[in-house]
């Protein structure tokens, strides 16, 4: 099993600021990367797949980048819209990082 | 706009079979540019997949959970079902299901579209 491994487990960031989350897989995923923002009491929500590619009505603020076993998932400028957990799933065998917490 | 929707128990007792419905609506179940999957979320938990299945069929499970699963598509109905059997306390979860776009028929891209879950407590 491929596992993907999310840092940190908690990032605080201030609105307007910039905020960089990684992700690690345990062996190469290509570019087969997708990431999801998830808000309490909500299914997740498709931001980025094929490691950087914005899902439809994704803000451009919104960017990845990575291959292989490293990944990054760049906010910039922070809207209070973005306070949320993100996971990246790598879907060469379906599985999903433990998630990072994004908060004010 | 696809839109998906599970329906189920929200109780099941332990050691009986789970069983969810998701229906799709604004898209023929039967197109082949989609898989169809389920996942799973227990509370303050994150997110596991657990299988996925073709208009056709083809069905993709988690390694860990394959001997107690069972997916299905209703094509008549523009449905699929989740069966896991002999459930455990651990079993407890959101179960959300969500579609996989995919022009080629594969099932390899990412979730595009989930419905809004539904929580399944395993309990006596």
């Known amino acids: 099993e491929i596992v993907m491994t999310q840092s940190p487990a908690t990032l605080s960031v201030s609105p307007g600021e910039r905020a960089t989350l990684s992700c690690r897989a345990s062996?190469?995923?290509?570019?087969?990367l997708a990431w999801y923002q998830q808000k309490p009491g909500q299914a997740p929500r498709l931001l980025i797949y094929?490691?950087?590619t914005r899902a439809t009505g994704i803000p451009a603020r919104f960017s990845g980048s990575g291959s292989g076993t490293e990944f990054t998932l760049t906010i910039s400028s922070l809207q209070s819209e973005d306070f949320a957990v993100y996971y990246c799933?790598?879907?060469?065998?379906?599985?999903f990082g433990q998630g990072t917490k994004l908060e004010i | 706009q696809l839109q998906l929707q599970e329906s189920g128990p929200g109780l099941v007792k332990p050691s009986e079979t789970l069983s969810l419905t998701c229906t799709v609506s604004?898209?023929?179940?039967?197109?082949?540019?989609?898989?169809w999957a389920w996942i799973r979320q227990p509370p303050g938990k994150g997110l596991e997949w657990i299988g996925s299945i073709s208009n056709s069929g083809s069905t993709y499970y988690k390694p860990s959970l394959k001997s107690r699963v069972t997916m299905s598509v209703a094509t008549s109905k523009n449905q699929f079902s989740l069966k896991l059997s002999s459930v455990i306390a651990a079993d407890t979860a959101v179960y959300y299901c969500?579609?996989?776009?995919?022009?080629?028929?594969?099932?390899?891209?990412?979730?595009?579209?989930w419905g809004q879950g539904t929580m399944v407590t395993v309990s006596s």
């Open positions: 062996q190469s995923v290509s570019s087969n």
């Open positions: 969500a579609s996989v776009e995919s022009p080629l028929g594969l099932p390899w891209n990412a979730f595009n579209s």
């Open positions: 604004n898209v023929f179940i039967s197109s082949i540019n989609y898989y």
């Open positions: 094929g490691a950087s």
């Open positions: 799933q790598q879907y060469n065998s379906w599985s």
